[in-house]
């Protein structure tokens, strides 16, 4: 398999989608952290607050909340259309290299504004003040002495950014629109689901992890680099923050909070919006209604609806996180100390292996417990057990 052709250009996609993901990640957080490193203006809170969403939010949902958001029948393609009277959709991005980059940085820049914010507000500003006060442009105060201190903590966050996109299917699986812009990940999907090739999708599989295995150790690698910046700064003085004085300060502070609040709660605004839609006729015309919210609490029973398992379905996702947060928890502590242990020496094998979940995907986990539930058949209890196994090899790493 590794000297097919094909297998090769899946590879080089899933290499350039990260890449490219990860770079406008990147230089979308990036004026967000140095707004929230060095201003005090009205919003930063809430900055601080959406940008916590995508992190809870499941990629299902976000692939909804595109659809509805930037679809071609879509919220903003429907005020584009009324707003300039114009008869086709002007945005059409879905199911381009376009829409999976921008749900990939919908998803991953608030890991870059937070982990470089969070970087940039400990580094003393007396090197800044001494360099201004020899006559340098604040532009070149930044490019010179800013920039290069933020070096670790913008690689730290692009290595992590590169490895979920890396790793990342819903997304692709539903807005790549097709082979052209298949992954690994979504190749490995088609062949143990669709064609019910076990031993591709497994050698695929082992493909994946050896890529993102080095990924993870880059990533401890930019981890031990932002530590060693912050002994070398020797923090020793608290840094100030400043309202914006200048119009021009003023308005990018502005525009980037609406751009924030659009950006992140545009798609959620759309899916709530869609789900007080029902459709009123045989045509498909739709109209205000809370059906959907009458079918789900029970107060309406329609044969056949989805919505009549939902309380069931909810009671079930419940219980498994309440089981995958405890077992995580104490293998993540258990982990959490070994480290604090082997961390005096250096020893970046047992960091390796304790983020070593983060390197397998959950396609790649899926298929694993997947072969192993098809050596037990008839006993369906085995399933829910995986499933929460399953769930406490991703959610292990996060504890640490």
Same mark, same amino acid.
Not at 204 to 217: C, G
């Given at each position: /398999? ?68 930037? @679809? ?6 429907? $005020?584009?259309?009324? /707003? ?21 940085? +919908?998803?991953? +820049? ?45 690689? &730290? ?15 692709? $699986? ?13 190749? %490995?999907?088609?062949?143990?689901? /669709? ?29 031990? =680099? ?13 840094? $100030? ?5 200048? %119009? ?10 609406? +751009? ?9 605004? @759309? ?11 045989? &045509? ?12 789900? +609490? ?27 947060? #405890? ?20 020893? %970046? ?5 304790? =983020? ?5 995907? &959950? ?10 539930? &098809?050596?037990?058949? @008839? ?14 090899? %991703?959610?292990?790493? #996060?504890?640490?």
């Amino acid at each position: /398999m590794l000297t097919d052709a094909y297998t090769w250009r899946i590879l080089r996609f899933t290499l350039l989608q990260a890449l490219a993901s990860t770079v406008v990640s990147v230089l979308i957080g990036l004026p967000g952290a140095y707004l929230l490193a060095t201003y005090r203006f009205p919003g930063k809170s809430i900055i601080r607050a959406i940008c916590t969403l995508p992190f809870v939010l499941p990629s299902i949902l976000v692939v909804l909340g595109f659809v509805i958001f930037y @679809g071609n029948n879509g919220l903003v393609n429907t $005020l584009l259309m009324s /707003m300039f009277d114009l008869e086709q959709p002007p945005l059409r991005i879905l199911y381009t290299f376009g829409a999976i980059i921008i749900a990939h940085a +919908f998803y991953n +820049f608030p890991i870059a504004l937070g982990l470089i914010s969070s970087f940039w507000e400990q580094l003393p500003s007396r090197y800044n003040h001494a360099a201004m006060t020899m006559g340098a442009r604040r532009w070149t105060v930044f490019r010179t002495v800013t920039l290069p201190r933020l070096v670790p903590a913008i690689l &730290s966050a692009s290595t992590l950014i590169f490895l979920f996109c890396f790793s990342s299917f819903a997304i692709l $699986l539903v807005l790549g629109g097709g082979p052209r812009f298949t992954t690994l990940e979504v190749e %490995i999907y088609r062949r143990a689901r /669709m064609t019910l090739d076990l031993e591709g999708a497994a050698a695929l599989s082992l493909l994946s992890i050896a890529v993102t295995l080095v990924l993870v150790a880059a990533h401890l690698w930019t981890q031990r =680099m932002m530590a060693h910046q912050e002994e070398i700064e020797a923090i020793s003085e608290r840094r $100030l923050e400043r309202s914006p004085r200048s %119009i021009w300060g003023k308005s990018i502070a502005f525009l980037y909070v609406v +751009f924030s609040v659009v950006f992140v709660l545009g798609p959620l605004a @759309g899916i709530i919006y869609r789900s007080f839609l029902a459709p009123v006729s045989r &045509s498909g015309d739709l109209a205000f209604s809370t059906r959907w919210y009458r079918q789900l +609490f029970g107060l309406e029973t329609v044969a056949g609806s989805p919505l009549g398992v939902a309380a069931s379905a909810i009671l079930l996702s419940l219980t498994i996180a309440a089981i995958t947060a #405890f077992v995580s928890l104490v293998i993540g502590t258990m982990l959490a100390a070994r480290l604090r242990k082997t961390r005096r020496r250096s020893n %970046i094998s047992m960091e390796l292996y304790a =983020m070593l979940p983060m390197a397998v995907s &959950s396609v790649v986990v899926g298929l694993g417990y997947y072969l192993v539930s &098809s050596v037990f058949t @008839g006993r369906r209890s085995l399933g829910v057990v995986l499933v929460v196994l399953a769930h406490v090899v %991703i959610a292990s790493p #996060f504890v640490l």
